[in-house]
């Protein structure tokens, strides 16, 4: 019955979306989409922009490693949202978790989760710095580019950019009145809508808006025990506003407003990991789930997030350059309930409300572009500010309650934690051009932080408190200073090749231990990456064929590493390592027809120091124990990458079909420390046709993602004295149809 009103829901929805188009072309009349940019040369590739310095710069002229991917090649390989990253950009791995979205660039990243940890990968949007991990955007409809900057990027950014920056670009208001509708249904009965409005307001006012809203008919599989869909999207909506106002022909105001609201039960949805050790018995693991997306669990997991900010953003001109200023608010609540064991009966359960709110103030002087010394400077305020409430962990086998406790049925860790970060920074960058052909910049940033923790964590036994395993922390405070900088030198070497060589430091801050046991914990230390880097950016062959190859090596030190014990999770500074490889990127357009682009890295990891590696002893009961992981692979860091796309433009008439095929590939990697739980090497595979109408008006189309149905993990760990287990929110293969049509300017 549930499913057929899922059915019947998504019905509705799809004509719904189908009389909206035939609204919408009554009220306006179909016109050309106008390029964004246009190339240098008849024939040759477009000319990438980007702000990876601050200021907008062709991304061949830019002396770092940048991938940038346009909206349009975000859709042709399959990247609708944040989790699908690695799909587009080699390099690149997210790691999903409970709505917390951790990546990683160049095998940097993090397994933590919590109030007050951030990611050592930096996202911003629209120029606003996202702290939480549990505010990425759930859809990319309305993102107009992507860039991610790979490697520690310490001056500019500096806000715990220690593996690298990922930069999204949404739409910006056009003074002429336009806008898209676009909807797509799968094979799950899954309906997307995207609904984008653009135009002018008077001569110095535009505004857009854009609306996204999700809903899942059927999951990607079954909770076994309750009979209910799991992997499933209940609703996803997000809205946009932007409004650009022209005060005078020096002054310029940017605002941006955005709210999202999600329900669904992606995860985590614990289950056994197939081939890994397996439970114990007498917890109820008596079924074993064939689909890898159905689980045997005695409750159904709920992730309910909402989330939204604020955005001002003043520019103004003057004789040197302009004076950018960044202000901007972000609140967020996030209520999850998951089995951590994934068990038939109740063993350890969570339950919990996050919630969260940031300020953030930019200051920015930037220089005129013609001139030979160009330079940035600015200040940087941070304050963020995040709560937990709730029965954290609540165990109830007898056996896992540690002595004295062995008498205890249940066994409760209630949180009501908060934790707060303060930060201040100073940074500076100049590039100087030496002779013709021939720059050498450099840059430092100063930053401060203060960070406090209280609250309280309640024992309880039987729902009976026991004061004697209680903790309290009441104004916990830590407080830091650390430089980073930036050293470059770049050249070049004709009209289009440009080499460089640089050195960089990032940092990601420290912190308490919110989700420990113990409050009164020892707090962790900032962890510090030095990158070396030297790379080309080339553009050959009257600009048709764009090579940007780059090597590096890091030295990574104080790494902010996982543990659990006692039922909780603890972050230690425990561990070095040292990381170098090979990437590139590559476009090459081969006739007016047919293009390619993709991308590709190897990488050796390897911890160099990690005495005390939280693993597991299989023959002794699978108890935690520590090993020494030192000659380890990085968890989540594959020895390989690579994508791959091309794009075929038949003309029919003033029509066109346009047909798409993109593979992703990743060598596997591994998923702990002490790298016995692994992933298998696989491709993502996408592909799409799609028949465009004359001027690009409107187009209908076919689509296939992951075609090769591989099923890839997205948290696989050991659990002490139960075995290993995984949680797959990587989607299984789907299929579908989508429909777009454009109007106005």
Do not use: C
């Amino acid at each position: 019955m549930q499913r057929l009103k899922g059915r019947r829901l998504l019905k509705l929805e799809l004509g719904i979306s189908a009389a909206s188009v035939a609204v919408l072309a009554l009220l306006v009349s179909p016109a050309a989409a106008q390029e964004t940019a246009a190339p240098q040369s008849s024939g040759g590739l477009q000319e990438i922009v980007v702000t990876a310095q601050k200021r907008t710069e062709n991304l061949q002229d830019v002396p770092i490693a940048v991938t940038a991917v346009s909206s349009s090649q975000l859709a042709a390989a399959g990247v609708l949202n944040t989790a699908a990253l690695g799909g587009a950009v080699a390099g690149v791995s997210v790691n999903t978790t409970a709505s917390y979205f951790a990546p990683r660039i160049r095998g940097v990243g993090t397994g933590s989760f919590g109030p007050g940890v951030e990611n050592p990968v930096a996202l911003y949007v629209d120029n606003v710095y996202y702290a939480s991990q549990l505010t990425a955007p759930s859809d990319l409809s309305d993102v107009e580019q992507l860039a991610v900057l790979k490697g520690p990027q310490g001056t500019l950014f500096g806000r715990n950019a220690t593996a690298g920056v990922i930069q999204m670009t949404t739409r910006n208001p056009s003074h002429d009145f336009g806008g898209e509708f676009k909807t797509e249904l799968d094979n799950y009965l899954t309906s997307r809508n995207f609904l984008y409005l653009t135009g002018g307001l008077s001569d110095d006012v535009a505004a857009n808006l854009s609306l996204k809203f999700a809903a899942q008919g059927d999951g990607w599989g079954k909770n076994l025990i309750t009979g209910n869909d799991n992997h499933k999207i209940n609703h996803d909506f997000s809205v946009r506003n932007k409004w650009t106002l022209n005060l005078s022909d020096q002054t310029t105001v940017r605002l941006n407003l955005d709210y999202t609201d999600k329900k669904d039960s992606m995860g985590p949805n614990i289950r056994a990991f197939p081939g890994g050790s397996p439970f114990l018995p007498g917890i109820g693991t008596t079924i074993f789930p064939s689909n890898i997306y159905d689980t045997a669990s005695h409750l159904d997991n709920r992730n309910k997030v909402q989330s939204g900010g604020a955005a001002a953003t003043l520019e103004q001109e003057t004789g040197f350059g302009r004076i950018v200023s960044i202000t901007a608010y972000r609140a967020y609540k996030f209520d999850t309930l998951f089995d951590a064991i994934g068990a038939e009966i109740p063993v350890s359960d969570t339950a919990f409300v996050q919630k969260g709110k940031q300020f953030t103030q930019e200051i920015q002087l930037v220089s005129n572009d013609d001139q030979r010394l160009t330079w940035t400077i600015g200040g940087y305020y941070f304050r963020n500010s995040e709560r937990l409430n709730g029965p954290v962990a609540v165990v109830y086998a007898p056996f896992l309650a540690p002595p004295p406790l062995t008498g205890v049925n249940t066994q409760t860790f209630d949180y009501h934690v908060r934790t707060n970060a303060e930060s201040l920074a100073w940074f500076g960058q100049a590039t100087f051009e030496v002779v013709p052909g021939t720059r050498v910049t450099g840059g430092l940033r100063y930053t401060y932080e203060r960070r406090t923790l209280d609250g309280s964590v309640d024992f309880l036994a039987d729902d009976v408190r026991d004061p004697t395993f209680d903790s309290v922390a009441s104004g916990r405070s830590v407080s830091n200073s650390q430089y980073t900088w930036r050293l470059a030198l770049d050249q070049d070497f004709g009209d289009h090749i440009m080499g460089y060589v640089s050195w960089n430091r990032g940092y990601k801050s420290g912190g308490f231990n919110a989700l420990g046991t113990d409050l009164n914990d020892q707090p962790y230390q900032p962890e510090k990456l030095d990158a070396y880097e030297a790379g080309f950016k080339t553009e050959l062959f009257d600009r048709r064929i764009r090579l940007n190859p780059a090597v590096f090596y890091y030295k990574y030190s104080q790494i902010q590493v996982t543990q659990f014990q006692a039922n909780a999770t603890f972050i230690r500074n425990a561990a070095k390592a040292e990381l170098y490889g090979f990437d590139l990127d590559a476009e090459w357009k081969a006739s007016d027809a047919l293009s390619f682009n993709g991308g590709l890295e190897w990488i050796h990891s390897e911890f160099k120091s990690f005495p005390n590696a939280p693993s597991f002893d299989v023959a002794g009961g699978y108890v935690p124990i520590n090993i020494d992981a030192s000659g380890k692979q990085l968890p989540f860091t594959p020895r390989f990458t690579a994508n791959i796309g091309a794009t075929y433009t038949a003309p029919v008439g003033e029509s066109a079909l346009v047909l798409n095929v993109n593979n992703a590939y990743n060598s596997g990697y591994a998923a702990e420390p002490d790298n016995v739980l692994r992933q298998k090497s696989f491709n993502l595979l996408n592909a799409s046709a799609t028949f465009n109408g004359p001027g690009d008006s409107w187009s209908i189309g076919v689509f296939g993602r992951n075609l090769l149905d591989k099923r890839i993990v997205s948290q696989l760990t050991g659990q002490g004295f139960v075995g290993d287990v995984a949680d797959y929110a990587n989607p299984p293969r789907t299929y579908g149809v989508t429909l777009r049509y454009k109007f106005g300017g």
